[in-house]
């Protein structure tokens, strides 16, 4: 624990205009009463207009950050988000399974508000075969969990069945 408080490290973009990515999660902590950490996976210029541009970093300064928090820290529970490509999702799967993170919650950052595409198809691909297996919960909207199962999900029946489906992918609990 980092001043008494449980760890929560996220991993995800850095939003430089602070209502998404790590500076969402880090205020979310904070009003948890949890101490935040994070890996930084994509730097973004982005405000509430929408994305102008992204800057990928590669896994091996995402695995870097992650090893500097481990290394020092008891971390309690784990957030993904915009994890922006395939080898980055592979990397940190294979670093959470490593470590035997416990108490993951994977939030599939596919696209931005403004329509700005986050994760190409073979990310989301290697999301879904690496990442969702290590999952306790999973947090796609409704625009994510259609374009994973592959037909749109409209009405409340069609969130329960969604949710169905996607708990098969791997995680304990599904959030849509």
Do not use: W
Request: net charge negative.
């Amino acid at each position: 624990m980092a001043m008494g408080l449980p760890v929560v490290l996220t991993v995800a973009g850095s939003d430089s205009g602070g209502g998404a990515g790590i500076q969402a999660d880090i205020k979310t902590f904070h009003a948890l009463g949890v101490h935040g950490t994070c890996a930084v996976t994509s730097v973004t210029s982005q405000n509430t207009l929408g994305v102008q541009g992204r800057f990928d970093l590669p896994p091996s300064l995402v695995l870097s950050q992650m090893e500097a928090v481990f290394s020092d820290m008891e971390v309690a529970a784990v957030k993904t988000g915009m994890l922006a490509n395939a080898e980055v999702v592979r990397a940190v799967a294979e670093e959470l399974r490593r470590r035997g993170a416990r108490n993951l919650v994977v939030d599939p950052v596919v696209m931005s508000s403004s329509g700005y595409r986050l994760l190409e198809e073979d990310g989301v691909v290697a999301l879904v075969q690496s990442l969702l297996p290590l999952a306790r919960v999973f947090t796609p909207n409704l625009a994510e969990a259609s374009l994973l199962l592959g037909s749109e999900v409209r009405d409340l029946e069609g969130m329960r069945e969604a949710a169905r489906r996607l708990a098969e992918l791997g995680p304990a609990c599904v959030v849509l």
